[in-house]
């Protein structure tokens, strides 16, 4: 499943980001790639850990903490520390796919990949190309949003940043280790909680409605305890 996350900051938070990155010291990227994705790389990121990267990345968590629909649609388990890279000239990074495990940085936890996700910063008139190209078994999407929206999908999937031939793509990106490991559960799961809260929404004062509800949401919770490792 591939969902679109709007407004995960605000314009005030992004333009506060946005000028902490300027500042940010800025390095190769391929300083977090893979093997095989080092040679398809061209990017420049702020290094792992960095004091901008750690402030940022907090902005960016605590927001997502709140957010009902990544909380629906993830279910998170563990939120990997948010990176953040820049792509200008020409630059571009190449199919890959995203390593399966990862080290969170200065500690001994790792977390294993089963959403990833891009936050943009720069508003889409800002660029040229600069999309972010998945590769699913429904075909290929296209995604570049505005500041503050996210695109969540799938770590299984091949994907692609397009060359940025005018102006600056600037993006965090970071990956999720679900409750619910298996992407068609954890969409089943999203759909039932999405029908759960219409019906709520759509049919406020129904005692059907009400009654509906509580046992959908039954079956939703006893699902999630059959599937959810916590
Ligand atoms: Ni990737």
């Keep these: 499943m591939l969902i679109t996350i709007p407004d995960v900051l605000n314009s005030e938070q992004v333009a506060e980001a946005r000028k902490l990155l300027d500042a940010a010291e800025w390095v190769d990227g391929r300083v977090t790639a893979g093997h095989q994705s080092a040679r398809a790389k061209d990017n420049l990121q702020v290094p792992e850990g960095h004091p901008i990267a750690r402030q940022v990345g907090a902005t960016i968590l605590q927001a997502l903490g709140k957010n009902l629909l990544f909380l629906s649609a993830a279910l998170p388990l563990h939120v990997f520390p948010p990176l953040f890279n820049r792509y200008s000239g020409g630059q571009s990074f190449g199919t890959h796919v995203d390593n399966s495990i990862r080290q969170i940085p200065g500690t001994p936890h790792r977390i294993r990949?089963?959403?990833?996700?891009?936050?943009?910063?720069?508003?889409?008139?800002?660029?040229?190309?600069?999309?972010?190209?998945?590769?699913?078994?429904?075909?290929?999407?296209?995604?570049?949003?505005?500041?503050?929206?996210?695109?969540?999908?799938?770590?299984?999937?091949?994907?692609?940043?397009?060359?940025?031939?005018?102006?600056?793509?600037?993006?965090?990106?970071?990956?999720?280790?679900?409750?619910?490991?298996?992407?068609?559960?954890?969409?089943?799961?999203?759909?039932?909680?999405?029908?759960?809260?219409?019906?709520?929404?759509?049919?406020?004062?129904?005692?059907?409605?009400?009654?509906?509800?509580?046992?959908?949401?039954?079956?939703?919770?006893?699902?999630?305890?059959?599937?959810?490792?916590?």
């Design 113 to 230: 990949t089963d959403l990833s996700a891009t936050l943009f910063f720069a508003a889409p008139d800002e660029y040229d190309g600069g999309e972010l190209v998945m590769e699913d078994t429904y075909g290929v999407k296209s995604v570049k949003l505005p500041p503050g929206h996210l695109v969540l999908y799938p770590s299984t999937s091949l994907h692609r940043v397009n060359p940025v031939t005018r102006g600056a793509r600037l993006c965090a990106f970071f990956w999720v280790q679900s409750m619910v490991r298996d992407d068609g559960k954890r969409s089943l799961l999203f759909d039932l909680d999405q029908g759960i809260q219409r019906l709520g929404r759509d049919l406020p004062e129904q005692p059907a409605a009400a009654q509906t509800a509580v046992q959908l949401t039954g079956v939703y919770h006893n699902l999630l305890r059959q599937w959810a490792e916590v």
